[in-house]
């Protein structure tokens, strides 16, 4: 394959890293590997009918059952209503339910059915040969500067809640 080297391709990092080029560089990088992850997945997504924003959720309550929609539209970024619109789906294809919050009955935790985390696992695993893959290719070093990288492009909120999607698994 003649990409099977790309990584020897890439320039190194100039010393002058923070030059417009180099930044325009990882901005670039950012977007054309964002894409391709989720390329990844979206065939499996469009055979269960569903898009980007509906693994999205699916993700984060396979990680966290009985996640309340609120700890879910902050983990998002989202507006309500679009929310709104991504758990009636997943409710009406069987893939969600919702209750009652154990500590505050107004609130609703979100867990998946069978089906959803079926969906979630297959595409899951796609998302996750893609990853796998691209670590590989680049090695320990390189996927260590990766998540600082993207460590600091969060703020400290979005750093903590990382930090507890770990921790809960």
Do not use: C
Not at 19 to 39: D, P, Q, S, T, Y
Not at 63 to 72: A, M, N, V, W
């Amino acid at each position: 394959m003649a990409d099977e080297n790309f990584l020897s391709q890439v320039p190194a990092a100039s010393a002058l890293f923070l030059r417009e080029e180099e930044v325009r560089r990882g901005i670039e990088f950012l977007f054309f590997g964002h894409g391709a992850l989720w390329r990844a997945g979206d065939a499996r997504l469009a055979e269960n009918g569903l898009g980007r924003a509906h693994y999205r959720a699916l993700y984060f309550i396979a990680r966290q059952p009985g996640l309340t929609i609120s700890d879910l539209l902050a983990l998002l970024g989202i507006t309500k209503q679009s929310l709104g619109r991504v758990i009636k789906d997943l409710e009406a294809r069987e893939m969600l339910v919702t209750r009652p919050g154990n500590r505050d009955r107004r609130q609703k935790e979100l867990r998946l059915t069978p089906a959803g985390r079926a969906v979630e696992a297959a595409v899951f695993g796609q998302l996750r040969d893609a990853m796998s893959r691209a670590y590989t290719h680049a090695g320990q070093a390189a996927v260590t500067g990766f998540w600082q990288v993207n460590e600091a492009l969060m703020s400290p909120r979005e750093r903590q809640r990382v930090a507890r999607l770990g921790s809960e698994s």
